[in-house]
């Protein structure tokens, strides 16, 4: 049960990614030229997270939840697949909606619905046995800085 349920975690996490980098890209585009700036982050953040964060983040799920969240095999399933509900809710929305013909409301709405996707997970991954690999966690928290400078706040 647990690979299946990681098998699909990893297999939506790719897509989330692909979709949340492409909506940071019209985000980018659409701004000032001084949101240029951003891109280059963009592509080396999502770069870095396509590239590495695979094997990292199956190595975490399967660990187990640390004994202090007191959280059982079941409950830990059920975490995993919740998220990976949220990232097939995101991936649709971003997948549904034609990115360069939305409002640039839809697009913050957009952006803030990936963020809280990114911080479940990066909240789930923080609670597992084996510890997050530094670059990880410092790669997502500059992932978390470019939404908030993207959706404007």
């Known amino acids: 049960m647990r690979d299946e349920s990681t098998k699909n975690f990893l297999i939506n996490w790719e897509s989330f990614l692909k979709n949340l980098s492409k909506l940071c890209e019209v985000q980018i585009k659409q701004r000032s030229e001084a949101y240029k700036e951003l891109e280059n982050i963009r592509q080396t953040i999502f770069k870095e997270l396509t590239d590495r964060s695979k094997s990292d983040i199956k190595e ?6 640390h004994p202090d969240f007191s959280i059982d095999l079941k409950d830990d399933l059920m975490m995993v697949n919740l998220l990976t509900q949220e990232m097939k809710f995101f991936n649709r929305l971003i997948e549904f909606d034609q990115l360069n013909y ?13 963020k809280t996707i990114k911080d479940s997970i990066e909240d789930f991954l923080k609670k597992r046995k084996k510890k997050m690999p530094g670059w990880l966690d410092n790669i ?8 908030s400078l993207l959706k404007g706040g």
């Open 140 to 147: 997502l928290y500059v992932l978390n800085e470019l939404l």
């Open 60 to 65: 975490l799920i399967n660990s187990g939840a």
């Open 102 to 114: 939305v409002s640039q409301d839809d697009l913050d709405d957009a952006t803030s619905a990936g």
